[in-house]
């Protein structure tokens, strides 16, 4: 069975630092190109970026409104995925989950509070 | 940039079709995706590559798609179906996702 359980998120000011895990069992991790989707309260889904396998040359890119401030990387001997989220803002308020390339698979989502 | 649009909301009475639209210049090139989120829960993928349906789906759940825009359909649709829908797709590089705003789909 596959499962995507994510952790890593909290209640940070303004300005900090969260890194957030997605580990994956269930499946080849390191044949997979892997998601990060966030949802802000009442929102939409926005997708966040992605990260390719190392065959495909392991490159992360990530939508505007967080690049340069959120970094996405993987550790397939751990078979976890990662999101660095540096200089948060109150706008990256919101449950964020991981998913396989298509969305056959997601975790249950793990909530970042942006507050002062 | 590039942008999906979907209607913000569909209804219909129970046993009808419900088709919700999603369209964007990427999609002439790019498979759409459709999924489904109920409250408090995390997406379903309903169609993947325009038109397939993953294992497990209902076969009321159909997608299709023609030029910038995909479609996709319910047929007979059921109370349990009331969800919210988002399309999904990738720009002509594929290094970039987006989700269409998303369809409150209302039955009944």
């Known amino acids: 069975e596959v499962q995507l359980v994510e952790s890593g998120g909290g209640l940070v000011k303004p300005g900090e630092s969260l890194r957030l895990s997605c580990a994956a069992s269930g499946f080849t991790f390191s044949n997979a190109w892997m998601n990060w989707v966030r949802q802000a309260p009442g929102k939409g889904l926005e997708w966040v970026g992605r990260v390719k396998t190392k065959t495909d040359g392991g490159t992360a890119d990530c939508a505007a409104p967080v690049k340069g401030r959120f970094t996405i990387s993987r550790d397939d001997s751990k078979n976890t995925l990662y999101m660095q989220m540096n200089s948060l803002k109150i706008e990256d308020t919101g449950i964020y989950y991981c998913s396989t390339r298509i969305g056959d698979h997601w975790g249950q989502g793990t909530l970042v509070t942006v507050s002062s | 940039s590039y942008e999906l649009t979907q209607p913000p909301s569909v209804s219909v009475s129970p046993g009808q079709t419900a088709r919700i639209t999603c369209s964007g210049d990427?999609?002439?090139?790019?498979?759409a995706y459709w999924y489904q989120q109920k409250p408090r829960q995390a997406p379903v993928l309903v169609i993947y590559d325009d038109n397939k349906r993953p294992s497990g789906i209902p076969e009321r759940f159909s997608g299709s798609s023609s030029g910038t825009m995909a479609t996709l359909t319910i047929s007979g649709a059921q109370v349990e179906d009331e969800a919210d829908y988002y399309c999904?797709?990738?720009?002509?590089?594929?290094?970039?996702?987006?989700f269409g705003g998303g369809t409150k789909l209302t039955v009944l």
């Open positions: 990427t999609l002439a090139k790019k498979y």
């Open positions: 999904y797709s990738v720009d002509s590089s594929a290094n970039h996702g987006v």
